[in-house]
């Protein structure tokens, strides 16, 4: 086995390993592994098409584990204070129901 399948298989287990993950946040912090893994393996084995898949996935992975670390540090700032639901509120997005056009 060579160096850049040793880094293939070690991706592909990453990979395998998010299925396993019970949080967000280390679902996200061993994607963010897997897509620095599949970088390389897509570098070293010149597999364009999996290289730019990560290219485009690793800053995704980071956006969403940054705005859940977040979203954990107000839910745990709120349950310390008044527990007042307000700190969600700009997570929320309004809902406008519209009659169904039979009624």
């Given at each position: 086995m060579t160096l850049?399948?040793?880094?293939?298989?070690?991706?592909?287990?990453?990979?395998?390993?998010t299925f396993c993950m019970s949080t967000m946040l280390s679902l996200r912090a061993v994607a963010i592994c897997s897509n620095f893994a599949f970088i390389s393996y897509g570098l070293a084995a010149g597999l364009y098409p999996v290289l730019i898949l990560h290219i485009v996935l690793l800053p995704l992975n980071v956006v969403f584990l940054v705005r859940m670390t977040i979203?954990?540090?107000k839910a745990k700032l709120a349950a310390?204070?008044?527990?007042?639901?307000?700190?969600?509120q700009p997570e929320l997005a309004p809902?406008?129901?519209?009659?169904?056009?039979w009624i």
């Open positions: 850049v399948e040793a880094v293939g298989y070690l991706a592909s287990a990453l990979v395998l390993l979203l954990l540090r310390a204070t008044d527990l007042s639901p307000l700190w969600m809902v406008v129901w519209t009659a169904p056009r």
